[in-house]
């Protein structure tokens, strides 16, 4: 038998198996993490497997039936000494080393960056020895990539005492997501808040958070409500659901870019309603057709790469809004050079 663990670490693949599990697997696979938890190990519920290259993963075994269905996990630590277990699928035995081998590529992917996922702890801190010679240092500067893609990876992190919980499936909406220490400061941070990031790397998560703090420090001010914006119906859902707001609440809205331009240009007066008429939006399909061959021509470069830099930069980027205007060619130049 191992040490028992602090926490429990599930991706989100694992709890979309979860959350579409019949009764006696989802059960069965509740059984398993409490056993794990326990620092219990058998050949049923650690068998390591041969072939991983940057750390120990582990089986346990789910069920003996048709599907065979297997929990593919790895032993972590932090620095502080907490352990724990990373689980990173519940797949079908016969798929189980095309995920291991999905899992090792993405932490070659971290080896690229300047710290891997893999490293253990050195510098000879409290209850360190052979043990944990196989257990992936995660500690909050840690930052793990999806096996599937070039995003980081979602972790939900579930209390010990509250495995049991999760028998209910409707709490899975309330298990925290780990966060790392810079997306912390950015909930932590007051005033306006700017961040910027690619698709899949946490922005969403960092203002579904931040908007809860914000929203909890304000209880008995009476005064403030928020508004959630972004283009994607999905997404609006998602923040709203995770932070338990019904529709038509005084504490929060969440609504698509298009509903809000329409509602703000019911403000218009009529007499200025000409300069926002539709025909003269610039869509990017509009961009395109109009400029995208000249622009190629004389710069051989793409016209989303232009039209990009425009949004982004030229009108788009923070020093734009505080000028209050698009930004000048040198202004331009000097914000890239920085």
Same mark, same amino acid.
């Given at each position: ?7 429990? !670490? ?7 198996? +979860? ?10 696979? !509740? ?14 519920? %650690? ?30 630590? *932090? ?28 932490? !070659? ?19 360190? @020895?052979?043990?944990?010679? $196989?257990?992936?240092?995660? $500690?909050?500067?840690?930052? !793990? ?22 028998? $209910?499936?409707?709490?899975?909406? %309330? ?7 810079? *997306? ?14 690619? %698709? ?7 203002? @579904? ?10 209880? #008995? ?26 529709? #038509?609440?005084?504490?929060? %809205? ?24 539709? /025909?003269?939006?610039?869509? +990017?399909?509009?961009? /395109?057709?109009?400029? #995208? ?35 000048? *060619? ?9």
């Amino acid at each position: 038998a191992g040490k028992a663990l602090d926490k429990i !670490l599930l991706t989100q693949d694992t709890l979309k198996w +979860y959350k579409n599990a019949d009764r006696k697997v989802a059960n069965l696979f !509740l059984q398993r993490l409490k056993q794990l938890a326990a620092g219990e190990r058998s050949r049923i519920l %650690s068998k390591h497997l041969v072939g991983s290259k940057n750390f120990a993963i582990f089986e346990t075994y789910l069920d003996q039936g048709h599907s065979a269905q297997r929990i593919l996990w790895t032993e972590s630590r *932090e620095k502080g000494g907490l352990r724990g277990v990373l689980v990173w699928y519940v797949s079908k035995h016969k798929h189980v080393s095309r995920h291991m081998m999905d899992i090792d590529q993405s932490d !070659l992917r971290r080896h690229r960056q300047l710290q891997s996922a893999r490293s253990i702890v050195e510098d000879g801190g409290e209850g360190e @020895g052979e043990e944990d010679e $196989d257990a992936m240092l995660l $500690d909050e500067d840690t930052v !793990l990539l999806d096996p599937l893609a070039n995003t980081p990876l979602k972790i939900h992190e579930a209390d010990i005492a509250t495995i049991a919980d999760l028998a $209910d499936k409707e709490n899975l909406q %309330s298990l925290p997501l780990r966060l790392t220490s810079a *997306e912390k400061d950015v909930i932590g941070k007051t005033g306006t808040v700017l961040v910027l990031g690619r %698709s899949g790397t946490g922005k969403t998560i960092c203002i @579904g958070k931040k908007m809860a703090v914000d929203r909890a420090a304000r209880i #008995g001010c009476g005064t403030g409500r928020q508004l959630f914006v972004c283009r994607s119906r999905k997404v609006c859902a998602m923040v709203q659901r995770i932070q338990g707001i019904a529709d #038509g609440s005084d504490e929060a %809205s969440f609504m698509q870019l298009d509903p809000l331009v329409d509602l703000m240009l019911q403000r218009v007066a009529p007499a200025d309603l000409s300069r926002f008429a539709k /025909s003269l939006k610039i869509t +990017y399909t509009k961009f /395109s057709a109009a400029l #995208g061959e000249k622009i190629y021509k004389q710069s051989k470069l793409d016209a989303l790469v232009v039209w990009t830099q425009i949004n982004s930069f030229i009108k788009g980027s923070i020093e734009a809004v505080e000028k209050g205007r698009p930004l000048l *060619e040198d202004e331009y130049v000097e914000e890239l050079g920085k």
